[in-house]
């Protein structure tokens, strides 16, 4: 039974969205304390500082404290298996070989540019920060790399790491659905122009899980309210 499960930060923040995620699939009960970072002498909000480590979503279970997201995603599968969507850390030593696999290539190789993304596409407009045109082509490069040895996978695969949706999916949402939903094109086609990306993408971005979040963040965004 979960008790005393807090999460510190703003669902708007591409952490907290991740963890936020993983406590509605697992279905478990939980207290969001929102803390809001943005002062107006700083010229962005703290949580899209790409590399600021205080952009970290804090969770805590009794006297335990995590503030990496994919650490607490780990923690809460592995603490609660039997709660909610028992499969999403895999049920054996192969699967979870598996997701951990693709969860180190998100971390290294898909946040850094999806990040970038994020902040060009999506947030730098609404701060009316002109476009970096050279650094945004430079990383839809990094990340066009990335999802054409997904999409050679998902030919195979329903999902990153088999037939089940896992942490190795769930950990992609929040910079992805950023990225799909900025006021530029460009992003989302990235992701729709590959055939098995787009029904992946479609079929993650539909989950109950990820579309409470969604509204979470439309409800109270946080900084840019």
């Not at 290294?108 to 609404?126: G, N």
């Not at 990383?139 to 998902?154: A, G, H, P, S, W």
């Not at 990235?190 to 479609?202: I, N, P, Q």
Request: charged fraction near 25%; charge should be neutral.
């Amino acid at each position: 039974m979960a008790a005393g499960l807090q999460v510190f930060g703003q669902p708007a923040s591409t952490d907290v969205a991740r963890v936020l995620t993983c406590l509605f699939e697992k279905n478990l009960e939980f207290e969001l304390i929102r803390i809001d970072t943005f002062k107006k002498e700083h010229k962005l909000p703290e949580f899209i500082k790409l590399r600021d480590p205080t952009g970290q979503v804090t969770f805590k279970h009794g006297d335990k404290t995590l503030v990496d997201s994919r650490t607490i995603c780990r923690y809460l599968s592995t603490q609660f298996p039997d709660d909610g969507n028992r499969t999403i850390y895999g049920t054996g030593s192969l699967e979870r070989a598996s997701i951990e696999q693709w969860l180190q290539a998100e971390a290294q190789s898909f946040d850094a540019p999806s990040s970038e993304l994020v902040f060009h596409l999506a947030f730098a407009p609404q701060l009316n920060i002109p476009a970096d045109e050279a650094r945004i082509a430079e990383n839809e490069r990094k990340l066009q790399q990335m999802l054409n040895v997904y999409d050679e996978i998902l030919a195979k695969n329903k999902y990153l790491a088999g037939d089940e949706f896992t942490l190795a999916d769930l950990s992609h949402l929040p910079n992805s659905h950023y990225i799909v939903n900025a006021r530029s094109p460009r992003g989302k086609k990235l992701f729709t122009s590959k055939k098995h990306v787009a029904r992946w993408y479609e079929e993650i971005s539909n989950r109950a899980s990820w579309k409470q979040v969604v509204k979470m963040q439309s409800e109270h965004p946080g900084a840019f309210e």
